[in-house]
């Protein structure tokens, strides 16, 4: 470096950083007219840090009880959210969004900070409070001096680490399942003879898929549960649609040929049946799935109605197609084993019944093929029919619901809803 272009610094003219003093302290509790006997002998003086001292490692997370409970109790929470997503923040039990919000009045972070009965001289007395007295001696210099005690004052630097002009709120939400759907439908089992076509990068085992959901543990096997998905050679995958029916409709006809009652199936002789014509890991994961355990007739099981009414119903309304109410739940019910009965409840979710169509028609509506967006999905739902009653419509808005806000709310503040015959409707609030 040149030497012409050295800047010469004299470093006695660099100010050194202010510290008050104990004389300092003493003088401003004389200017705000206090008496110091009614103060502790400890006194804490903050320092600001500098301007270039952000200290952006710090955030400050608003705890409601669960959470606050969570951390006493050493439990795991754990940050998730991809690139394109808003952070969530997970327990093992449920799922809150985190969202930035102001504060009113900033706040300081103060490592080892003292509180009033810290910086008593004894942890048996307390300052004598009063502040009528402590005015009145400032006031009466005349008053006699004897009760006048020279107070030992001791100062104590406290160093500012932040300061906060915002924090993190935390609201409960419902899991975002949307995106485990959407990621194991890249990769649905079709059969062991198409396993060729099948991208081996895109699987995910349960821990890469827990890692990447926005929900809590307990929440992700609920939501594994509901999309029906099995673990294959150590992935985790959903059948295809039309695979899936097939194997249901193969297991439907062991009951037919061995004549079991409903609530008398044999697990061990339905694999055995399939065997050579399904994986058997297929055949026992489907099993599960779809039976539960007979508690009156132990080692027996029973299908489950609505799952089976559901696989039946998703399979006979493809999209486009629209069908007459009697002819459609007349296929539905010949679809079914004998002793099960169809019932309307099982479409919510799959498919609607516009009985304002002439004729009366059910068409197919899947939820999990809805938009994620409130306002476009409740406007897609009146464009599809102007009016619906809570149990048609429910289904569809539930993705939106909160523990404080139900269907019930929302549609208050996006739609208008009136009685007829008893029954409360809802149509558009813009119609």
């Known amino acids: 470096m040149n030497a012409e272009n050295v800047m010469e610094v004299d470093e006695t003219k660099i100010e050194p950083p202010y510290i008050r003093t104990p004389e300092d302290v003493k003088q401003i509790i004389e200017f705000a007219r206090m008496d110091e006997r009614n103060l ?60 930035e919000t102001e504060i009113s009045n900033s706040l300081v972070l103060v490592p080892e900070l003292k509180f009033a009965a810290q910086t008593s001289s004894s942890p048996l007395k307390s300052p004598r409070i009063g502040a009528d007295s402590s005015m009145e001696r400032i006031n009466n210099k005349d008053d006699s001096d004897d ?20 924090y993190y709120e935390c609201r409960e939400i419902q899991p975002r399942f949307r995106k485990l759907n959407d990621l194991l439908l890249m990769t649905r089992f079709s059969g062991p003879e198409n396993e060729y076509m099948i991208e081996k990068k895109l699987l995910f085992t349960f821990s890469q898929l827990l890692d990447t959901i926005q929900c809590s543990r307990k929440q992700f096997e609920e939501g594994l549960k509901k999309v029906r998905a099995l673990i294959i050679d150590g992935f985790v995958r959903v059948l295809d649609c039309e695979y ?26 339905t694999i055995a049946a399939l065997e050579g014509i399904a994986p058997k890991q297929i055949v026992e994961g489907i099993f599960n799935i779809y039976t539960h355990p007979v508690d009156s007739n132990p080692g027996k099981f029973q299908y489950k109605e609505e799952l089976l009414a559901r696989i039946i119903a998703v399979n006979i309304l493809k999209p486009g197609l629209k069908f007459r109410v009697e002819e459609f739940m007349s296929d539905w019910q010949d ?13 919510q979710g799959i498919g609607i019944i516009d009985l304002e169509s002439k004729p009366p028609c059910i068409r197919s509506l899947n939820e999990e093929n809805l938009t994620t967006n409130l306002q476009d999905r409740i406007d897609l739902l009146f464009k599809i029919k102007t009016s619906w009653i809570l149990e048609e419509i429910e289904s569809y808005l539930e993705y939106f619901t909160t523990p404080t806000m139900n269907v019930s709310t929302l549609l208050a503040k996006y739609a208008r809803s009136f009685v ?12």
Not at 154 to 166: D, G, T, W
Not at 248 to 269: C, F, H, Q, R, Y
Request: overall charge neutral; charged content about 30%.
């Open 40 to 99: 502790t002998p400890v006194t804490q003086s903050f320092y600001f840090p500098s301007n270039n001292c952000s200290n952006e490692r710090f955030r400050l997370l608003e705890l409601n009880p669960h959470l606050l409970k969570t951390i006493r109790d050493g439990g795991i929470m754990s940050f998730k959210g991809g690139l394109h997503e808003s952070a969530v923040l997970c327990t093992n039990e449920k799922t809150y969004e985190v969202k």
């Open 335 to 347: 679809a079914l084993v004998e002793g099960y009965k169809v019932d309307q409840k099982y479409l």
């Open 147 to 166: 009760d006048e005690v020279a107070i030992e004052r001791v100062l104590e630097q406290k160093k500012i680490l932040k300061i906060f002009y915002e």
């Open 420 to 431: 007829v015959d008893g029954v409360r409707r809802y149509v558009s609030k813009y119609k």
């Open 244 to 269: 899936e029916f097939r194997i249901i409709n193969l297991m439907m006809a062991v009951i037919t040929e061995n004549s079991w009652p409903l609530d008398g199936i044999e697990k061990d002789e």
